[in-house]
Nanobody
């Protein structure tokens, strides 16, 4: 049984930082693309960052230079380091596995339950 469990969401002031984690179980060998998505109230889910099995990364334009995605294959954990947070970064953040670097939500086979990030001005 595949499980993705996110953690690390919090309420922070604009300009602050957070690190999200996603613990993965039930998927072996790391030969799959993983990504972070977010969804704000009343908006569609959008891709934030992705990391492929070869370590290559891709980012949404809105987070480039501020967010960093990484993975620890030995620990089966995905991370998202978020710096210089803005109020528009507020939303529920989800990790997803077995998709493509294009970050199309429908392409991903497994999802976590999400962790809330709230950034106040």
């Amino acid at each position: 049984q595949v499980q993705l469990v996110e953690s690390g969401g919090d309420s922070v002031q604009a300009g602050g930082s957070l690190r999200l984690s996603c613990a993965v179980s039930g998927l072996s060998d790391g030969a799959y693309c993983m990504a972070w998505f977010r969804q704000a109230p009343g908006k569609e889910r959008e891709g934030v960052a992705a990391i492929d099995s070869d370590g290559s990364t891709s980012y949404a334009d809105s987070v480039k230079g501020r967010f960093t995605i990484s993975r620890d294959s030995a620990e089966n954990t995905l991370y998202l380091r978020m710096n210089s947070l803005k109020p528009e970064d507020t939303g529920m953040y989800y990790c997803a596995a077995e998709g493509t670097p294009k970050m199309v939500a429908a392409d991903f086979g497994y999802w976590g339950q999400g962790t809330q990030v709230t950034v106040s001005s």
